[in-house]
């Protein structure tokens, strides 16, 4: 527990899961080490370390919603997803409550905002979340790989990231070697995927803002890039392409061509609208110290992704990724709406000239591991996994037995990243929450699950 | 003035619908059971295949239901010959059971299910007014809704506009497969929409719960919860089958799949149907 804590002290929490009868926290040291495993015996409850680590705030409450383990020591514990028991919000003496949700007035998906506010000005928000609960890990017990794939394309709002961690890990547990050339096509999917929701929220920014040029130019280059992801997938969200052992489809150099030259072409005209887009002396009055977050709290939080990056901490997991070797995470020190922004074109840029990269120099062979499952019936294997997704850090871990999913347990880069909101929004203005939420980029459907 | 000449040279990019039903040649087509091929074999082992348990078999009748088939392909790439695959987007239909193919295995051939109903006149309106809620989906259905309202769609050019209040709205657009949590908004929402009013159900979680149906934690459908008047299948529901949606629903086209299939009938009209509205509105 002492060590534990010490390493949370100087790094950061990746993933806190329930195996029973034990508990693993995953930390990450310092930037290049390998995470540490801590295991911990818990049967009915454990002792909490949320107070003094923020991160691990909702993974216990978790805990205790799913696995009904009490973390001990945990002040007023409060549900994270059960609608069905009380839910106190904090209140602020003598200040007007502004509710918000879960229905928006934008077509976003659903979640509760409790304003505590002096005027126009945000003292404090409150976040519920849990409408999206679905179940999803659950629904994973028992259910064969095929079917445990699909679940993972819809546990979260990134289709190609969940399924890449739910299939690496599955990989890792059964000793599955993926081929070369299927590993490079899934880098390609899993990097149109981060172009088309980056695209996604500096379009949504720019519509915020009330530039509705740019959002429509980016708009369309969004549009014609997911237009390339089908071409490549036959899915407009690149759903069915991944199979464990490595891609469902393949591509004859024709495409391969003909999409590369397309991507050129989106890469050369999204560059110059982005750029010119925030050179605007409006955009930037506009998009400057909005929803600041100090590097401090970033720590202190564990946030992950183009969140964290927008505050100065550059970790990317694709830096660990030999395909993408020699990779720089993208940083920006502002911390604000404008660093975000900054942060999502600039990898928008970086993930370009990587697409264009693994296209050109793809290596041959086949796309799929084939021969037979190598697990006999009933044995049992477990293994996690990470991605950096669009939004930041992805965790699968599985446990496997046989050709069957027995357990799962997924962190959403949101599920890490939503804290952030409540305090970028501090002393704002109430009117600039859509754009400050929109920054942030975060799904509620990875976080509910 | 930069901005004046970009735009001036992106031109148009407002695609016709006729442009806009087709589907692309490299994305997969709905399956559609070819009676004559369906041995007991061949059925066995497409009930083992389909990821999504989409297949069923039920005494004499072997069924497939498109509201949960995520398109994978898998079935009419192994068994051509007992599948075979229906290529558009005009899926729309304003009854469940059009989207469910049903085969009479003593007979051999499909049951049908009766013409379709019409949809509710009241709502045959010039302008539709829409509120958005998302009840439990993975967000990639609204992000498709969304995208339906952008320049190569336009669905404002059909008299259709996103509001931000169910006050203001005709219909209801709903995704996903109804969280318990959501259960409560969404009617109340619902409610707080004025007479007459619509819904819409887009996409497959919407109408069967598709991957989710057998979570305690979600109804399975949003026709568990309110009269559904149209029904938009896809995984998720495309923009284009989204705006066959609506057009349906406000009697601007008509119904393409009948019993799950284009019956030769509907092919008509599935081919005049774009077109018409096409003229109509962008000529
Ligand atoms: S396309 Fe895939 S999901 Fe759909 S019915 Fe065929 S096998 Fe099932």
């Given at each position: 527990?002492?060590?534990?804590?010490?390493?949370?002290?100087?790094?950061?929490?990746?993933?806190?899961?329930?195996?029973?009868?034990?508990l693993?926290?995953?930390?990450?040291?310092?930037?290049?080490?390998?995470?540490?495993?801590?295991?911990?015996?818990?049967?009915k409850?454990?002792?909490?370390?949320?107070?003094?680590?923020?991160?691990?705030?909702?993974?216990?409450?978790?805990?205790?919603?799913?696995?009904?383990?009490?973390?001990?020591?945990?002040?007023?514990?409060?549900?994270?997803r059960?609608?069905?028991?009380?839910?106190?919000?904090?209140?602020?003496?003598?200040?007007?409550?502004?509710?918000?949700g879960?229905?928006?007035?934008?077509?976003?998906?659903?979640?509760?905002?409790?304003?505590?506010?002096?005027?126009?000005?945000?003292?404090?928000?409150?976040?519920?979340?849990?409408?999206?609960?679905?179940?999803?890990?659950?629904?994973f017990?028992?259910?064969?790989?095929?079917?445990?794939?699909?679940?993972?394309?819809?546990?979260?709002?990134e289709?190609?990231?969940?399924?890449l961690?739910?299939?690496?890990?599955?990989?890792?547990?059964?000793g599955?070697?993926?081929?070369?050339?299927?590993?490079?096509?899934?880098?390609?999917?899993?990097?149109?995927?981060?172009?088309?929701?980056?695209?996604?929220h500096?379009?949504?920014?720019?519509?915020?803002?009330?530039?509705?040029?740019?959002?429509t130019?980016?708009?369309?280059?969004?549009?014609?890039?997911?237009?390339?992801?089908?071409?490549?997938?036959?899915?407009r969200?690149?759903?069915?392409?991944?199979?464990?052992?490595?891609?469902?489809?393949?591509?004859?150099?024709?495409?391969?061509?003909?999409?590369?030259?397309a991507?050129?072409e989106?890469?050369?005209?999204?560059?110059?609208?982005?750029?010119?887009?925030l050179?605007?002396?409006?955009?930037?009055?506009?998009?400057?110290?909005?929803?600041?977050?100090?590097?401090?709290?970033?720590r202190?939080?564990?946030?992950?992704?183009?969140?964290?990056?927008?505050?100065?901490?550059?970790?990317?997991?694709?830096?660990?990724?030999?395909?993408?070797?020699?990779?720089?995470?993208?940083?920006?020190?502002?911390?604000d709406v404008?660093?975000?922004?900054?942060?999502?074109?600039?990898?928008?840029?970086?993930g370009?000239?990587?697409?264009?990269?693994?296209?050109?120099?793809?290596?041959?062979?086949?796309?799929?591991?084939?021969?037979?499952?190598?697990?006999?019936?009933?044995?049992?294997?477990?293994?996690?996994?990470?991605?950096?997704?669009?939004?930041?850090?992805?965790?699968?871990?599985?446990?496997?037995?046989?050709?069957?999913?027995?357990?799962v347990?997924?962190?959403?880069?949101?599920?890490?990243?939503?804290?952030?909101?409540?305090l970028?929004?501090?002393?704002?203005?109430?009117?600039?929450?859509?754009?400050?939420?929109?920054?942030?980029?975060?799904?509620?459907?990875?976080?509910?699950? | 003035?930069?901005?004046?000449?970009?735009?001036?040279?992106?031109g148009?990019?407002?695609?016709?619908?006729?442009?806009?039903?087709?589907?692309?040649?490299?994305?997969?087509?709905?399956?559609?059971?070819?009676?004559?091929?369906?041995?007991?074999?061949?059925?066995?082992?497409?009930?083992?295949?389909?990821?999504?348990?989409?297949?069923?078999?039920?005494?004499?009748?072997?069924?497939?239901?498109?509201?949960?088939?995520?398109?994978?392909?898998?079935?009419?790439?192994?068994?051509?010959?007992?599948?075979?695959?229906?290529?558009?987007?005009?899926?729309?239909?304003?009854?469940?059971?059009?989207?469910?193919?049903?085969?009479?295995?003593?007979?051999?051939?499909?049951?049908?299910?009766?013409?379709p109903?019409?949809?509710?006149?009241?709502?045959?309106?010039?302008?539709?007014?829409?509120?958005?809620?998302?009840?439990?989906n993975?967000?990639?259905?609204?992000?498709?809704?969304?995208?339906?309202?952008?320049?190569?769609?336009?669905?404002?050019?059909?008299?259709?506009?996103?509001?931000?209040?169910?006050?203001?709205?005709?219909?209801?657009?709903?995704s996903?497969?109804?969280?318990?949590?959501?259960?409560?908004?969404?009617?109340?929402?619902?409610?707080?929409?004025?007479?007459?009013?619509?819904?819409?159900?887009?996409?497959?979680?919407?109408?069967?719960?598709?991957?989710?149906?057998?979570?305690?934690?979600?109804?399975?459908?949003?026709?568990?919860?309110?009269?559904?008047?149209?029904?938009?299948?896809?995984?998720?529901?495309?923009?284009?089958?989204?705006?066959?949606?609506?057009?349906?629903?406000?009697?601007?086209a008509?119904?393409?799949?009948?019993?799950?299939?284009?019956?030769?009938?509907?092919?008509?009209?599935?081919?005049?149907?774009?077109?018409?509205?096409?003229?109509?509105?962008?000529?």
């Amino acid at each position: 527990m002492e060590t534990l804590k010490q390493v949370l002290g100087s790094g950061r929490l990746v993933a806190l899961w329930y195996d029973a009868p034990h508990l693993h926290y995953l930390v990450e040291g310092s930037e290049g080490a390998p995470p540490q495993e801590f295991r911990v015996e818990a049967r009915k409850s454990f002792p909490s370390l949320a107070e003094e680590f923020p991160a691990l705030d909702w993974f216990e409450r978790e805990l205790w919603e799913e696995h009904g383990l009490v973390p001990e020591g945990y002040p007023a514990l409060k549900p994270l997803r059960n609608h069905h028991l009380p839910y106190p919000f904090e209140r602020v003496e003598g200040l007007h409550e502004v509710p918000v949700g879960p229905v928006h007035a934008g077509i976003i998906e659903p979640g509760h905002f409790r304003f505590s506010v002096l005027g126009e000005r945000i003292i404090h928000l409150e976040l519920r979340l849990g409408y999206q609960h679905r179940g999803v890990e659950r629904l994973f017990q028992g259910a064969s790989l095929e079917r445990a794939l699909l679940l993972a394309e819809r546990a979260g709002g990134e289709s190609v990231a969940h399924a890449l961690a739910f299939c690496q890990a599955v990989e890792v547990a059964s000793g599955v070697e993926v081929p070369p050339r299927a590993c490079q096509l899934r880098r390609v999917l899993l990097e149109l995927e981060r172009l088309f929701g980056h695209l996604g929220h500096l379009a949504g920014l720019f519509t915020d803002i009330g530039y509705a040029y740019a959002a429509t130019q980016v708009g369309k280059v969004r549009a014609l890039l997911q237009g390339q992801l089908e071409r490549l997938t036959g899915h407009r969200y690149g759903r069915n392409a991944l199979t464990v052992g490595g891609v469902g489809f393949d591509l004859d150099p024709k495409t391969q061509l003909e999409v590369r030259r397309a991507l050129s072409e989106l890469a050369a005209e999204a560059e110059a609208h982005l750029f010119a887009a925030l050179k605007h002396p409006m955009v930037l009055d506009r998009l400057r110290y909005v929803g600041p977050i100090t590097q401090a709290q970033a720590r202190l939080l564990g946030l992950v992704g183009p969140a964290a990056r927008a505050c100065g901490l550059g970790r990317d997991l694709r830096q660990d990724d030999a395909l993408y070797q020699p990779f720089t995470p993208v940083t920006r020190t502002g911390g604000d709406v404008l660093a975000r922004a900054q942060v999502y074109i600039e990898e928008v840029r970086q993930g370009f000239a990587y697409l264009d990269r693994f296209l050109s120099e793809l290596p041959t062979g086949a796309v799929s591991a084939g021969g037979v499952w190598p697990l006999q019936e009933g044995e049992l294997r477990k293994a996690f996994s990470r991605v950096e997704a669009g939004r930041g850090e992805l965790f699968y871990w599985v446990r496997l037995r046989g050709r069957r999913v027995e357990q799962v347990k997924i962190v959403d880069p949101s599920f890490k990243n939503w804290r952030a909101l409540e305090l970028a929004v501090r002393g704002m203005g109430l009117p600039d929450f859509p754009l400050i939420n929109k920054s942030f980029d975060l799904s509620y459907a990875g976080c509910d699950l | 003035m930069n901005s004046l000449w970009q735009t001036l040279r992106t031109g148009l990019l407002t695609r016709s619908l006729k442009k806009l039903f087709a589907l692309p040649a490299w994305a997969p087509g709905w399956p559609v059971l070819r009676p004559e091929g369906l041995s007991r074999a061949v059925r066995r082992e497409l009930l083992e295949l389909c990821p999504s348990a989409a297949f069923a078999e039920e005494g004499d009748e072997f069924r497939l239901d498109l509201a949960k088939c995520v398109l994978c392909g898998r079935c009419f790439r192994a068994h051509p010959q007992a599948v075979g695959e229906l290529r558009t987007l005009e899926v729309a239909v304003a009854r469940r059971e059009d989207l469910v193919q049903r085969v009479d295995l003593a007979t051999g051939s499909f049951v049908d299910p009766g013409p379709p109903p019409p949809t509710r006149a009241e709502l045959h309106l010039p302008t539709l007014a829409f509120r958005e809620v998302s009840a439990g989906n993975t967000g990639l259905d609204d992000t498709e809704v969304a995208l339906a309202g952008n320049p190569f769609h336009d669905m404002s050019r059909f008299g259709f506009t996103v509001v931000a209040s169910p006050r203001h709205a005709d219909a209801l657009l709903v995704s996903g497969p109804v969280s318990q949590n959501m259960r409560e908004a969404l009617l109340r929402t619902y409610e707080a929409t004025p007479e007459p009013k619509g819904v819409v159900a887009v996409g497959n979680e919407a109408i069967s719960g598709e991957v989710f149906a057998e979570s305690p934690q979600v109804a399975g459908g949003v026709d568990k919860v309110l009269p559904v008047d149209v029904y938009v299948p896809g995984s998720p529901a495309r923009p284009a089958s989204i705006l066959h949606g609506l057009l349906l629903l406000s009697g601007q086209a008509r119904q393409a799949l009948v019993g799950g299939r284009v019956v030769q009938e509907g092919r008509e009209r599935a081919r005049t149907a774009p077109s018409e509205a096409g003229v109509r509105k962008d000529g």
